[in-house]
Structure formats: C-alpha cells, structure tokens
C-alpha cells in the first residue's frame, strides 16, 4: 500500500467526516439527545416481523401435529398427519 509507512495516516483518517447512518438525533430542551426511528428502519422492522410471523404460520400446523403424535396416547387421525405433512411441504415448496 502506498500509504502504509506513512505516520500521518491516522490523523488523516480521524479527519474524515463520517456519514451518520439511519439514525437523526434532535435536541430535547434539557439538552439530551433522542434517537428518532427513520422510516427505512420502520419498514425493515414490519418486513422483518411478517416473515417470522408466516413462518410461524406455515410451520405450525406441522409442529403441532408432531407434538401430538409423540405426547398424546392415541394416534392422531390419518387425515390430519397428510394435511399437516402436505401444508408443510407446500410452504417450504414455494418460499
């Protein structure tokens, strides 16, 4: 690196004025600062907790079902293990 046995290559670094990233601060009238939440985040939070929540919702049939087959004393219907077993295997099919 052309720069590499330069001495002056920290002061300069600390010189650079670095962009604040997703985050504004505004002043409060006792002078502490607050963090606003910017709309790029809101809308990373909202996608973040639909994928959890479908995820949940495609799974949990299966889950279930499978709770039920190992706890419970008698064996579930033959036609809620398919419709469990095919709900999981469509959503996992198509994501």
Not at 46 to 70: E, G, H, K, R
Not at 84 to 95: D, E, F, G, P
Request: proline content about 5%; some cysteine.
């Amino acid at each position: 690196m052309k720069n590499e046995n330069n001495p002056n290559i920290i002061w300069e670094l600390e010189q650079v004025e670095r962009p604040k990233v997703n985050r504004r601060y505004e002043s409060k009238p006792s002078g502490l600062r607050q963090l606003q939440v910017t709309a790029d985040e809101t809308r990373i939070t909202n996608t973040f907790i639909l994928v959890v929540a479908l995820f949940i919702i495609c799974w949990a049939p299966f889950a279930i079902t499978m709770f039920f087959d190992v706890y419970y004393l008698r064996p579930l219907a033959c036609a809620i293990d398919i419709i469990s077993l095919l709900h999981a295997w469509l959503s996992k099919q198509y994501v």
